[in-house]
């Protein structure tokens, strides 16, 4: 029972990192190969807020990358930045 507990408040935990995350920060973890669990949970997110067309989460974190080192990101939440380049790339309603 407590293996549960513990699976669930990781799982928990995981989703919320990626919401207090900036893009400065993501673009630490996107260097360091860390990427990879934010980018499958706005993939996630994305999908379902009724998002289609949603690009897979390799394609999610190098449009990621681009857009925060073309725009010059630092602040912006990474749930921002990801929305942006998901649309760019042809996510729609």
Not at 34 to 52: H, I, M, N, P
Not at 58 to 72: D, P, T
Request: net charge positive.
């Amino acid at each position: 029972m407590k293996l549960r507990h513990l699976i669930v408040l990781l799982g928990l935990w995981v989703a919320t990192a990626a919401q207090a995350l900036t893009a400065i920060e993501f673009l630490r973890m996107e260097t360091d190969g860390k990427e990879a669990d934010v980018c499958k949970q706005l993939v996630f997110d994305f999908v379902s807020q009724g998002y289609r067309n949603v690009p897979d989460w390799s394609k999610l974190s190098v449009a990621m990358r681009k857009k925060i080192l073309e725009k010059g990101y630092t602040t912006m939440s990474v749930e921002q930045v990801a929305l942006e380049a998901a649309l760019e790339t042809g996510m729609r309603r």
